[in-house]
């Protein structure tokens, strides 16, 4: 066992009275005040997040998008750059290894982001699929944005940055009221979902992804480890006359359940299959090769358990691990909830379950066993919240 890794702003957490807890082999602020106030500033003003856990990897070289169209299930050749799409890292029987977003920087230049549990898992898939495709010559040449040199193919530059989240409606007032922020192009009210700008903080390059976990509009900033407290700082001053607060892990997933995005460990794992978890539309099957290929094709899923949404009345929520009858007494488990909660912004339990396909009609009744007692639930199309603009 090895102690929990901290990120550059771990003294930040601590001067702020923050609760931890070991996520992803990181200790990460779980809650500041409290996971209601957290949730409730996000859907109404904002809320900054920590993600420096989570894992950086820049693609380079004339290879890179042929590399990632076979390391991913995705199609990345065709991405413009400027763009950034979500996309699977699976196994060769079709399992899910990670899921990631792709940032095309330049024409043979790409970020990868990773969560934080898998990095090792993800960088030796990269290493092992790397094998025929083109090594650069020389390090490819430092753009400017995400300021690297890439060593080879594949660099892991996750040590050299921090990367701080601004999630909630008036997201963009606070980021463009930041002191030091400059020349952000385009500009973020030119910016689409899904997509990065490069800027400058205090003289070191800012790379700004308008993308998120919580179901609402916000913006990623990676900067250099070096200046990452000074970004969080100038932040919360930026956003202290809009109602910002600092947010944690709690929040986060409350926020995420409600908008229906899965969890690496929960909702995906190297025993689920993209279309199980809702994701076949992230798979290009018209792709000529990629890892994992074979696999789904071998996969018969006429009974292979789906992810469907669960809503039920009162405030005793399902929990992860809880079991799923289809009726009210006796019986065998038709599944078993992987994300559950009280909703804060919906006001009545939700989850997220795998279920038989017989019972995964939206509508359909199904029964948590919540301690020994059964409690109707509805199953309910994903996602539970959905911003109104």
Do not use: C
Not at 65 to 92: H, N
Not at 298 to 320: F, H, I, M, N, T
């Amino acid at each position: 066992m090895t102690d929990p890794r901290t990120t550059p702003l771990h003294e930040r957490h601590h001067e702020l009275g923050a609760s931890f807890t070991d996520f992803g082999g990181w200790l990460m602020p779980v809650r500041y005040s409290s996971d209601l106030a957290e949730h409730h500033a996000v859907r109404r003003a904002a809320g900054l997040f920590d993600i420096s856990h989570m894992a950086e990897f820049i693609v380079a070289g004339p290879d890179a998008a042929a590399f990632l169209d076979f390391a991913l299930a995705g199609a990345i050749s065709p991405m413009k750059v400027g763009r950034a799409k979500y996309s699977l890292v699976l196994a060769e029987s079709g399992g899910i290894v990670d899921d990631v977003i792709v940032y095309r920087l330049a024409d043979e230049r790409f970020l990868v982001i990773a969560n934080a549990g898998n990095r090792d898992a993800v960088a030796a898939a990269f290493d092992e699929r790397s094998e025929g495709f083109a090594v650069p010559e020389a390090p490819a040449e430092d753009t400017g944005v995400v300021p690297v040199h890439a060593s080879g193919l594949v660099t892991d530059v996750t040590d050299e940055f921090a990367l701080l989240a601004v999630q909630g409606p008036i997201a963009r007032t606070v980021v463009e009221a930041t002191d030091g922020i400059t020349g952000i192009t385009p500009a973020l009210a030119d910016l689409g979902y899904y997509a990065w700008a490069a800027g400058e903080f205090r003289g070191v390059p800012l790379f700004v992804a308008r993308t998120g976990y919580t179901g609402e509009d916000g913006f990623e900033l990676l900067v250099p480890i070096s200046h990452a407290q000074t970004l969080w700082d100038a932040l919360l001053i930026a956003g202290q006359p809009h109602e910002l607060v600092p947010a944690g892990l709690a929040s986060r997933d409350t926020l995420r359940l409600e908008a229906g995005m899965p969890l690496y460990g929960h909702e995906l794992s190297l025993d689920t299959v993209p279309a199980q978890a809702g994701l076949g539309r992230v798979v290009a099957l018209n792709k000529d090769d990629f890892v994992g290929r074979s696999g789904l094709a071998s996969v018969v899923a006429v009974d292979a358990p789906v992810l469907v949404g669960l809503a039920s009345e009162g405030k005793r929520a399902g929990r992860a691990g809880y079991a799923l009858y289809d009726t009210a007494d006796g019986g065998e488990p038709v599944g078993e909830i992987t994300s559950g909660a009280l909703s804060p912004t919906l006001g009545h339990p939700i989850a997220m379950a795998y279920v038989v396909p017989r019972v995964a009609h939206p509508d359909t009744t199904l029964y948590i066993d919540v301690r020994g007692t059964r409690i109707p639930a509805t199953v309910t199309a994903l996602p539970f919240y959905r911003r109104s603009n």
